[in-house]
C-alpha cells in the first residue's frame, strides 16, 4: 500500500529557497514508497524508493549502494527493476549520513527526509487494516534481494567523548563520540552494547542476534568493550515499535527520539557544516554541477 495514502508529510519551513523542493521531494517518496502487511505477526514494515529516496537528499542513487548491499535478506525489494529499503536501514542509512560533514542546505534535505520517513513509525497493523477495508483499492509490492559488501573503518585511539541525552528525564542513553580515520575530521556516534538491552526496546537475545550479523564497519571494540553505531541501534530498535507489549514499545520510542537528539544536536550539526566546508571540492563534478546548472 503506497505511503502516501496512509500518511501526509507536513510543510516545510527551513528556508525559502528549499522549502518546495523539500515538500516536492518528500511527496515524491510517499507516493512511491510503501508498506508490506505480515498478518502472522500483525506488523507491518515501510519499503523506501531509492530514486525517490536519493532525490529527497540531494545524491543520485549511487550513494545508496552500499546500504543496499548490507541490507540483511528481507530488508530489500524490488519492483519493475527498482530497488525499494526497509524502514530500519533507510534510517540508519540517513542517520548515518548526517553524522557526516555536510553543509547546512544537505542537512536540511536529509532532517526532513528522517521525519518523514520517521511518519510511519505512527502507523499500526490494526490502522493499516481499517484503511485498506475502507479503499476501494490496495496493493502490496513484495520479493528480492541484493549482496553484501563491507568496509573497516578504524577508530582514533584517545578521540572518544562522552556524550549524553536525558529525553524526558528518565531514561538517559549515553553514547561514545569518537573520531575516524577518514581523511576529514569526521566523528561517529557509538553505544555501548551491554547496555543496548535497558536503553532500547530490544532484550538481552535480540542483541545478541543483531551484534552475531551485523557488518564489521558497524561495531567497534574499544578497551575490550563492544560499541555499535547509533544509527545501526536505531534501525535494530525499529521492532520494538510495533510490539505488542506497552513497556517495550515505550522504551523502544523513548529512545528512537533520544537518539534523533543526539544525533542532531545543533553544536555537532554545525561542526559536521564547517568540516565539509573544508573539503576540498572535486573537481570534475565541479564542472559537472555548473554544466548542469
Known amino acids: 500500500m503506497p505511503l502516501s495514502e496512509l500518511v501526509t508529510s507536513q ?19 510517499l507516493e512511491t514508497s510503501f508498506t508490506v502487511l505480515d498478518h502472522a505477526n500483525e506488523t507491518h514494515t515501510p519499503f523506501y ?11 543520485d542513487a549511487r550513494g545508496l549502494r552500499k546500504a543496499l548491499a548490507e541490507a540483511d535478506e528481507g530488508e530489500v525489494k524490488w519492483k519493475n527493476k527498482v530497488p525499494y529499503m526497509a524502514q530500519g536501514c533507510t ?33 499500526s497493523y490494526t490502522g493499516i487494516i481499517e484503511q485498506i477495508e475502507n479503499a476501494l483499492d490496495a496493493s502490496l509490492m513484495q520479493e528480492n534481494e541484493f549482496m553484501d559488501e563491507s568496509s573497516k573503518i578504524a577508530l582514533i585511539a584517545g578521540s572518544q567523548t562522552v556524550v549524553s541525552h536525558d529525553g524526558d528525564g528518565e531514561n538517559p542513553i549515553t553514547a561514545l563520540q569518537v573520531q575516524t580515520d577518514t ?21 538481552k537475545s535480540e542483541v545478541r542476534e543483531h551484534l552475531a550479523s551485523a557488518p564489521q564497519d558497524k561495531i567497534a571494540t574499544l578497551n575490550n568493550q563492544t560499541f555499535v553505531r547509533l544509527p545501526t541501534v536505531i534501525k535494530w530498535n525499529q521492532t520494538s515499535l510495533q510490539n505488542r507489549d506497552p513497556d517495550v514499545r515505550a522504551r523502544g520510542q523513548v529512545f528512537q527520539s533520544s537518539a534523533h537528539s543526539l544525533i542532531t544536536e545543533p553544536v555537532a550539526m554545525k561542526a559536521r557544516a564547517i568540516s565539509a566546508a573544508s573539503v576540498t571540492k572535486n573537481p570534475t563534478k565541479l564542472r559537472k554541477r555548473n554544466v548542469e546548472n
Not at 530514486?51 to 537528499?57: G, K
Not at 540517513?94 to 510511519?120: F, W
Open 183 to 203: 581523511q576529514v575530521v569526521n566523528y561517529r556516534l557509538y553505544m555501548d552494547a551491554s547496555i543496548l538491552h535497558e536503553v532500547t526496546g530490544l532484550s
Open 11 to 29: 510543510a516545510s519551513n527551513v528556508a525559502l529557497d528549499l522549502n518546495d523542493t523539500i515538500d516536492q521531494n518528500n511527496q515524491a517518496l
Open 91 to 123: 534510517l540508519e542509512f540517513l542517520y548515518e549520513r548526517l553524522e557526516q560533514p555536510r553543509d547546512s542546505s544537505q542537512q536540511a534535505l536529509i532532517e526532513s527526509t528522517i521525519d518523514t520517513v520517521n511518519l510511519a513509525n505512527d502507523l
Open 49 to 59: 524508493n531509492i530514486p525517490s529516496l536519493a532525490q529527497s537528499i540531494g545524491t
